[in-house]
């Protein structure tokens, strides 16, 4: 255990960094990755793929950019309470443990796997929504193990948009609101180009252990012709995402019809009061009012939140990315078999 | 607590480490088939925890997790450092925090368990023998790591050892550090492109295309390479090896034979089927613009 003094020494120094940066918020720009952190994230999802697996990112934020020195991995998430109290102890021994090896003690966010990129969910924006409270400059990195057989790379850093949270915050996801704050499907993910550094020694030992070979794993992979079953399934959740989108429309038309049906009988109402009210003042009677909230005509109908149907599109928008990208690939690699053929 | 090992009796403290490497004959019979394969993670880590490392300390050293094959070979996935303090004659491992550690890493895979240990620096010292100890009571038959992060002897020597106790009697003469073939082939990161692991900053990932892009460059350059060869070969300016000629022919031959007819229709079937499909993907991204623009319409009402 560290003494206590070294513990509020910690926190001092921590305050201080946190003054600064209130002085000077800085967007941020950039996520360093250590190739540590990327290797550990990567055997972790690999290993628990198709399941998808979550764990803590360690690092330090430096104005404009995000450095993640380690992670740790979180156990597999099983729906009990005594599970959660478990990965909550879990998580503290972690790190406790980690900081005493000198480790990076600094949360900076969280990674996750994902399956084909459709990692857009409400859940997403919740944990960003917890770990916002707790910190101010916070990503998630996200890696998609079933592109890595492809000679893929998938790792993405991301966060919030502040437009998109503050909206949130203030349960603004209304048709109105978004459209005063011009906010749309784009604007809730920005995605953070991620930079990979290694210590001198890691780089020594690696170009020590590793000949200059002239082609890897990752160069077959690439230029393998059978794309066809990883296209399948991005059109297969492309036309699941579709059903969706099509039934959050339908959400909205209904209410539309339902607030318009509430209009006329509204101004029916109003209609019939005015003619009571001029009878009533013939006959030298108080006229009604006009208004009556306790009728159920004039109670508003809610809204349905606009976050699902955006998060959809952006679903949608990442299977169309993956298959105008897999399609132009498979472009070349053809054009490279017939170079191929023609030349025998 | 910190378990403090000193060695027991005078004798044991004089006790010699014996270290054969991998090729020396006698040691054929010791070591049965025991072999051992190393992830790039653990490297680095190692590295990394080396880096980290407190002021004074000369070495770090730390637990190995992983599994046996069933061939014998042990596969080291994963490592976390344990502190430890060492003086002329005794050494103490932090073994609550080994055991803290290793409840922590079960949790999430209970698929790797203790399988040694590693060490930095070149080579089995005299403390080692008493960690050793220690983790064979963790462990059956242990196996150490040494990873030389100070490049003592130039180059970036990182050997496994097994070690079994000579002993005459009851007495312990010395403890016998075996060295082992150690696979450092890492092909769980060639994934993901030694690109990136190698260079100390990299500024960019590569992206789809950028990644065809480099991959259709060696392509190229390693065909004309072998043309160059061949070319050689046959102008006589460079001997011909069997060997290589027989892979050539291999590969050209493993090329599947079209007719020009129906290699065109299956080329042209694919470019079609992906047309298809960029065109669908357009038809989605034009149709996901038309709704949001029908949405924001309808609010207006």
């Not at chain 2, 620096?121 to 220690?134: D, K, R």
Request: aromatic share 8%.
């Amino acid at each position: 255990m560290a003494n206590p003094a070294q513990a509020a020494g910690g926190r001092s120094f921590l305050q201080a960094v946190s003054t600064v940066t209130e002085e000077a918020p800085s967007p941020l720009r950039v996520v360093q990755m250590e190739g540590l952190a990327v290797l550990k994230i990567i055997k972790h999802c690999e290993e628990f793929a198709p399941a998808l697996v979550t764990g803590q990112l360690l690092g330090l934020d430096v104005g404009s950019v995000l450095e993640v020195t380690n992670c740790f991995p979180f156990p597999m998430r099983e729906d009990d309470e005594e599970a959660d109290a478990d990965g909550a102890n879990y998580q503290l021994e972690m790190m406790r443990c980690l900081r005493e090896v000198n480790v990076d003690n600094n949360t900076v966010g969280w990674y996750q796997s994902c399956l084909l990129g459709s990692f857009q969910t409400v859940e997403l924006i919740e944990t960003f929504m917890n770990y916002q409270e707790n910190i101010r400059r916070c990503v998630c990195i996200v890696y998609d193990p079933s592109r890595s057989n492809q000679g893929v790379l998938a790792l993405k850093a991301l966060k919030l948009t502040d437009s998109f949270m503050d909206l949130y915050r203030n349960n603004g996801l209304t048709g109105e609101k978004l459209r005063e704050k011009k906010l749309s499907w784009v604007d809730i993910f920005e995605e953070i180009p991620i930079k990979v550094s290694n210590s001198a020694l890691v780089s020594a030992f690696m170009t020590e252990l590793e000949p200059e070979s002239p082609v890897s794993q990752c160069d077959f992979d690439r230029l393998k012709l059978s794309t066809a079953p990883f296209m399948e399934r991005n059109l297969e959740f492309l036309i699941g995402c579709m059903d969706d989108l099509s039934s959050e429309q339908n959400k909205f038309q209904y209410y539309y019809r339902n607030v318009s049906r509430q209009q006329s009988q509204q101004q029916a109402w109003i209609q019939k009061r005015r003619q009571e009210n001029m009878s009533r003042k013939a006959a030298g009677e108080e006229p009604l009012p006009e208004e009556d909230p306790s009728n159920p005509i004039f109670k508003p109908i809610p809204e349905p939140s606009r976050l699902e149907g955006y998060l959809v599109t952006n679903q949608i928008s990442s299977y169309c990315n993956h298959i105008n990208g897999v399609a132009g690939q498979n472009f070349n690699r053809l054009y490279l078999m017939k170079g191929l053929q023609e030349e025998d | 607590m910190p378990l403090v090992m000193a060695p027991s009796e005078s004798s044991r403290a004089e006790s010699p480490v014996l270290l054969f490497p991998s090729s020396s004959s006698a040691s054929a019979s010791a070591s049965a088939s025991a072999s051992a394969r190393v992830e790039a993670v653990v490297v680095f880590n190692i590295c990394d925890s080396y880096v980290r490392r407190p002021a004074q300390a000369e070495r770090v050293i730390g637990t190995l997790l992983g599994s046996v094959l069933p061939d014998g070979t042990v596969h080291v996935r994963n490592t976390y450092v344990v502190p430890h303090n060492e003086s002329a004659d005794q050494v103490a491992l932090d073994v609550d925090y080994h055991h803290n550690m290793y409840a922590s890493h079960h949790k999430v895979n209970p698929k790797e368990v203790i399988v040694g240990w590693f060490s930095t620096g070149f080579g089995v010292s005299a403390g080692s023998t008493l960690i050793h100890e220690f983790y064979s009571r963790e462990v059956q038959s242990p196996i150490h790591l040494t990873v030389d992060t100070g490049f003592t002897r130039g180059d970036a020597s990182i050997k496994a050892y097994i070690s079994s106790n000579l002993s005459l009697g009851d007495r312990q003469l010395a403890a016998h550090f075996q060295e082992i073939p150690l696979d450092l082939r890492m092909l769980e990161a060639g994934k993901v492109g030694f690109d990136i692991l190698k260079s100390t900053i990299m500024e960019k990932l590569p992206n789809d295309l950028d990644g065809m892009e480099s991959s259709i460059e060696k392509l190229c350059t390693l065909s004309n390479a072998i043309y160059r060869y061949v070319d050689d070969v046959v102008e006589g300016r460079v001997a011909a090896d069997n060997k290589i000629g027989r892979f050539i022919s291999d590969s050209v031959t493993s090329m599947p034979k079209f007719s020009a007819a129906a290699f065109d229709k299956l080329f042209n079937d694919k470019i079609e089927d992906n047309l298809a499909l960029v065109y669908l993907s357009s038809l989605t991204r034009t149709q996901i613009s038309i709704a949001e623009k029908l949405n924001t319409a309808a609010q207006m009402l």
